[in-house]
């Protein structure tokens, strides 16, 4: 039986802030996790975690994202951002 490398939320949370550290370095200036579950789509089982990500652009930038991470190999094979309106 294979070792899954993905245990459990916290190393799923892990893997989506290495992704994104990779990514934006930085200029992350917060990020905050609102949701992780274990999935499962067909055969096909998986992490999914939300979260809110505030980048440090000028004027602080904000977005919803969401990931859905292998919890066999830690790949990131899914993601979906949702940009925040701003209330005017």
Not at 15 to 21: D, I, P, S
């Amino acid at each position: 039986m294979e070792e899954k490398k993905i245990r459990d939320a916290l190393d799923a949370e892990c893997a989506v802030r290495r992704k994104l550290e990779a990514q934006y370095g930085d200029q992350i200036k917060e990020l905050s996790c609102t949701k992780i579950w274990y999935s499962t789509a067909g055969s096909k089982e998986f992490w999914d975690v939300e979260a809110t990500l505030r980048l440090k652009k000028g004027k602080v930038k904000q977005k919803n994202i969401r990931y859905q991470v292998d919890p066999t190999t830690g790949d990131i094979f899914g993601y979906q951002e949702t940009p925040i309106r701003q209330k005017w």
